[in-house]
């Protein structure tokens, strides 16, 4: 399978002009021969841009994501739409449940190739020391999986990078790719490195983490869209300007890894 990680441009200046970004990156890797592309967090509004959260909200049917839509169904690829700022009481009747009647969260949405909702996540750890992020989201309350090309995938967001158990509990659901949505900020470029590899090779498994660029008021994302094999081994990866990162997968590399250095077999639970 062919994996590319859409490593845009996005501002706080225009939704418009980010989501064109997207929908050119989408159609451009489409025509390279990608099966999946995946969008970087809050590709539309922009990760920063916390005043414009409540306004620029939408429900899973809102106009971007039925954008991103349509660009899937009509290149017939599969695509992660990173995430955009959910408006949860909109999306009260999506057929998804939602984590709370009303409010906003951090929502990435997986389209089919044929541009079927497949799976909804919504990023469960939002970013502490008093953040704006974690004033104004929700969290979420679902970990959702997909099967798509061989692959079980799972989706994970950005900060949600620090926390190994939530990759533990996906690798023990059978998954074999995590895609990562991401808006990671200078100048913590050695933390973006470690935590995407350390995730790989401690679950052994792929994982694929898409950023953003972009400069932003007191902010500036660092790129280095990468990704990763169930090895640690760096597949693909960009600097810090705006590309298409692509690589080709091959989904028996995951039971390889795990059965020349069956790690995850020699994992003990019992602490008393």
């Not at 690829?77 to 951090?106: H, K, Q, R, T, Y």
């Not at 909804?120 to 959702?144: C, I, M, N």
């Not at 890894?257 to 020699?266: K, Q, S, T």
Request: charge should be negative; glycine fraction near 6%; hydrophobic fraction near 40%.
């Amino acid at each position: 399978m062919r994996v590319t990680l859409a490593q845009i441009d996005v501002s706080s200046d225009s939704v418009a002009e980010n989501v064109g970004h997207a929908t050119t990156a989408v159609e451009d890797a489409a025509a390279e021969g990608a099966d999946l592309v995946v969008l970087p967090e809050l590709f539309n509004v922009g990760y920063f841009s916390f005043d414009r959260y409540a306004r620029e909200a939408e429900a899973l049917d809102g106009e971007t994501l039925s954008r991103i839509r349509d660009i899937a169904a009509d290149n017939g690829v599969a695509v992660l739409a990173g995430s955009i700022v959910e408006d949860l009481e909109m999306s009260a009747d999506s057929g998804f449940d939602v984590p709370a009647d009303d409010g906003l969260a951090n929502t990435a949405v997986f389209f089919d190739r044929d541009g079927e909702r497949r799976a909804v996540y919504r990023k469960h750890h939002l970013f502490g020391y008093d953040s704006a992020e974690s004033q104004l989201l929700e969290p979420g309350e679902t970990v959702p999986t997909v099967d798509f090309e061989g692959f079980t995938i799972g989706v994970t967001t950005c900060y949600d990078l620090r926390f190994p158990e939530l990759y533990r509990h996906l690798a023990d659901e059978g998954v074999t790719l995590t895609l990562v949505p991401s808006a990671w900020p200078y100048p913590r470029v050695e933390h973006w490195e470690l935590f995407g590899r350390a995730r790989a090779v401690e679950n052994q498994l792929y994982v694929a983490a898409a950023n953003g660029v972009g400069q932003f008021e007191d902010a500036e994302l660092l790129g280095r869209s990468t990704v990763y094999d169930p090895w640690g081994t760096t597949l693909a990866s960009a600097d810090d300007h705006p590309a298409l990162v692509t690589a080709t997968l091959d989904p028996t590399r995951v039971e390889q890894v795990r059965e020349e250095f069956p790690a995850l077999a020699d994992r003990r639970t019992d602490w008393s």
